[in-house]
């Protein structure tokens, strides 16, 4: 077993492109712009692959391979480096999902069905510019900064401020492929007053002038996040499973 780190990773590429959602979160890894290390067969030509990202995502490709040696990969390696004892693993296929089943039942790890969205130009189009629903003396600050400490390079971010204060918050950390995986926090004092919306909004502009497609997932509690969602340009898509074992729910 190998692990590849910096452009060795690009060896992997062709094994991830099975994958048609969460693009950025992986691609954000191979393209160098987030931390992260993929755990090969073999240096060239691999034929299976474990990317293991530092927010506890990871991902499986390639072919799928034994038991043992995949259980050894995520329980005894990914796991330890780890701060947050959890894991969070997306597979592109239905065999790497039965393999991840005979994984993580018998520890009591769970299925979660992770939304996604689509981004929809000619639906964005349809929603009023944000500047039009800006709230007085407030303003928009639409910069490139370190926000995420994974992140390796400054990314894009939104906020929109008034008097000093942050009342939403909108970046983009993982950027890869050409695409763009938005992050949105807004201020437990502001919400549910179209805040979130508007920085949304705001960051999506930006991004589409940068020439990045903007993505769009969320956990199923994250109604908030979803909601947003639709109401910015996006789709809902089917959900992607995503196999999950955390120490405080499975032991």
């Known amino acids: 077993m190998y692990k590849l780190i910096g452009s060795k990773m690009k060896a992997t590429q062709n094994l991830f492109n099975a994958y048609k959602n969460n693009i950025p979160i992986f691609q954000s890894v191979l393209d160098g712009n987030y931390e ?41 390696q990914i796991l330890k480096t780890q701060e947050e004892k959890q894991l969070i693993v997306f597979s592109p296929s239905d065999d790497w999902q ?14 979660v069905p992770r939304k996604i969205f689509s981004f929809s130009y000619e639906s964005y189009c349809k929603v009023d510019n944000w500047q ?30 008034l008097e000093g204060v942050c009342l939403s918050i909108c970046s983009a950390p993982m950027v890869g492929g050409g695409y763009a995986e938005i992050d949105i926090k ?26 990045l497609i903007p993505c769009w997932s969320s956990w199923p509690e994250k109604t908030a996040s979803q909601a947003i969602a ?22």
């Open 186 to 211: 807004t201020n437990p004092d502001f919400q549910k007053k179209g805040y979130g919306t508007l920085t949304a909004l705001a960051l999506i502009q930006q991004l589409i002038q940068q020439s």
């Open 36 to 76: 992260g290390v993929v755990l090969v067969d073999k240096e060239s030509k691999p034929t299976w692959a474990v990317l293991q990202t530092p927010v506890g995502h990871h991902f499986v490709a390639g072919n799928p391979i034994k038991n043992e040696i995949l259980e050894d990969i995520l329980f005894n």
């Open 132 to 161: 039009n629903k800006m709230p007085e003396n407030a303003e928009m600050i639409i910069t490139k900064e370190h926000c995420d400490p994974f992140c390796i390079k400054n990314e894009w971010v939104a906020k929109l401020m």
């Open 230 to 251: 639709k109401k910015v340009g996006f789709l809902p898509q089917a959900d992607v499973n995503a196999w999950v074992w955390d120490e405080h729910n499975c032991t």
């Open 98 to 111: 039965l393999l991840l089943e005979s994984i993580f039942l018998p520890r009591k790890g769970f299925i």
